[in-house]
């Protein structure tokens, strides 16, 4: 008996109607987001998902290493699955095209050294069902505190790659649907 490929992570989206929390990560937890034509390129990409994939984008961050968003659509896991591949390769053109050697060999640890291949980010996204009205505030508050909490700002609307600026009737870097309760 032959099983359909299920891809390498337990993480899964079932129920597309419910909003995620969505948590992807650097490989090699690279501080890649500190460079203002990655965060960039991730930012457009996060437009065009909106745009042209019609995802509803509630709240994001990016962090050094991460980023956090709240995201709901249809096939939400190969729409990420796509973001990350693209992000993934045009990131990697930028580094290669400006000469960051550095981040280029680390992005080439944990795979295959015969391979030319990078990996940009880790595994999966971590997705996680948003069922209710308090969680969703819940998850949101998390994302605009994260900068907080890490001691870059602070007060959210201060972190320029977030969504708190948006939720404050403020124009943001990424416009979303704010989420009213």
């Not at 990560?25 to 745009?51: G, H």
Request: aromatic fraction near 14%.
């Amino acid at each position: 008996m032959v099983l359909p490929y299920m891809g390498r992570s337990r993480y899964k989206i079932y129920e597309e109607h419910y909003p995620y929390f969505i948590t992807s990560t650097f490989n090699d937890q690279l501080s890649l987001f500190a460079d203002q034509e990655v965060a960039k390129i991730v930012l457009n990409s996060l437009r065009f998902l909106q745009e042209e994939r019609l995802i509803t984008l509630y709240a994001y961050v990016f962090m050094h290493d991460h980023l956090h968003c709240i995201m709901a659509g249809n096939n939400l896991s190969d729409k990420l699955r796509k973001f990350k591949s693209y992000t993934a390769r045009t990131i990697i053109d930028y580094l290669t095209e400006t000469n960051r050697t550095y981040y280029l060999k680390r992005l080439k640890n944990g795979v295959n050294k015969e391979n030319s291949e990078y990996k940009v980010w880790q595994e999966s996204f971590h997705p996680k069902q948003i069922r209710t009205t308090e969680m969703m505030i819940q998850k949101i508050s998390y994302i605009h505190f994260n900068p907080v909490k890490a001691g870059f700002v602070n007060r959210e609307i201060e972190w320029r790659y977030s969504s708190a600026r948006n939720y404050e009737g403020l124009d943001g870097l990424v416009p979303i649907r704010v989420f009213d309760r």
